[in-house]
């Protein structure tokens, strides 16, 4: 899909609030409400816009400890990939999960209350995953940055 300006502008507004309305965003980007919502429903159609969410506080949710873990399998064959990646997905805990070029198999992004849930996480779930072989947590101690907006900028260029 060929993006235009006000696509891209409709689609900053969204990830600034995703709980504007459609008159709301048709305002910020100088065109009425039917072409907006007509955008809208295209860009969600073309899979640019994967769904509307709230942004919960973890912290004030009694999550306090953010950790990067790093994973290596004992062997990488197709098979074995799959079936750690399948039984990673439906753990809570992990948020996000991407596989590295380099040293590590694999790089987990894990919320857990405090370190003994943490402990009680790795010990009683990610240690008996099919294929582990080694498991590296790295514990975040200081927030700097965290965000869920794309650079829209610089998409375009």
Wanted: aromatic fraction near 6%; proline fraction near 2%; glycine fraction near 4%.
């Amino acid at each position: 899909m060929e993006l235009t300006a006000t696509d891209y502008q409709i689609l900053d507004a969204l990830q600034h609030d995703g709980s504007l309305t459609t008159q709301e965003i048709a305002d910020r980007v100088n065109i009425s409400q039917s072409p907006c919502w007509r955008r809208i429903n295209k860009l969600e159609q073309e899979g640019l816009i994967d769904g509307r969410v709230a942004l919960l506080n973890r912290d004030k949710l009694g999550m306090e400890i953010v950790v990067f873990a790093t994973v290596n399998l004992t062997t990488q064959g197709r098979d074995n990939l799959e079936d750690f990646e399948e039984e990673v997905i439906v753990l809570p805990e992990v948020l996000e999960c991407y596989t590295m070029a380099g040293t590590w198999d694999y790089m987990l992004k894990i919320v857990a209350r405090d370190i003994r849930h943490y402990e009680r996480f790795v010990r009683e779930k990610l240690t008996r995953l099919s294929h582990i072989g080694e498991v590296h947590s790295h514990i975040a101690v200081t927030e700097i940055k965290n965000t869920t907006i794309l650079p829209l900028s610089e998409a375009r260029d």
